[in-house]
Every structure is written in structure tokens, then in C-alpha cells.
């Protein structure tokens, strides 16, 4: 078996679909497989069900994010606005 070190999770494809399209699907790939943090028990258990619902293996917390990841940036935005002008309140 060759080596795919450049390549990683995207060796699957083989020779097919050139490097930049591969180098987006790797990083993105990348990204969603992690373990990400919950938003209720704030552990590490965070994985994706199906396109946009992610569940905590350890709380069982099911909630909604990006298909990607289970927080867009423009939902850290305005979670960060919200909580600013909460503090200011």
C-alpha cells in the first residue's frame, strides 16, 4: 500500500479529481471528524450524526450547527454579540 501522507484522508480518490479539490475535501473532512466540544458538559465527545445535527456521546445532548462543524463562524459572531451586550445590560 502506498503512503498517503501528503494526501491523508483523501488517499481514497486515487489519481481522480486533482490536488485542490482533494486539498478542500481533506481539510474539511479533517475539521469534521475531530472530537469537538459540548456546549452543555463542555467535554470533547461532540460528533456529527448527519449533515448539520451533532450529538455528545457522554451528555447525549443533540444539537443543530453547520454541516461541518457544530459552530459556524457567523454563529460564534453572534453568540460573542449576544454575550457582549448581556454584559453590558
Known sequence: MAKTKKVG?????????????????????ENM???HICP???RPYVKRVSAGIWKCKKCGA?????AFTPQTPM???????????????
Request: hydrophobic share 30%.
Open 40 to 42: 452543555k458538559c463542555d
Open 9 to 29: 484522508i483523501t488517499g481514497r480518490f486515487g489519481a481522480r479529481y486533482g490536488r485542490k479539490a482533494k486539498r478542500s475535501v481533506k481539510i474539511i473532512e
Open 62 to 66: 443533540v444539537f443543530t450547527g453547520g
Open 75 to 89: 454563529g460564534k459572531t453572534a453568540l460573542h454579540s449576544i454575550r457582549k451586550v448581556a454584559g453590558e445590560l
Open 33 to 35: 471528524k475531530k472530537k
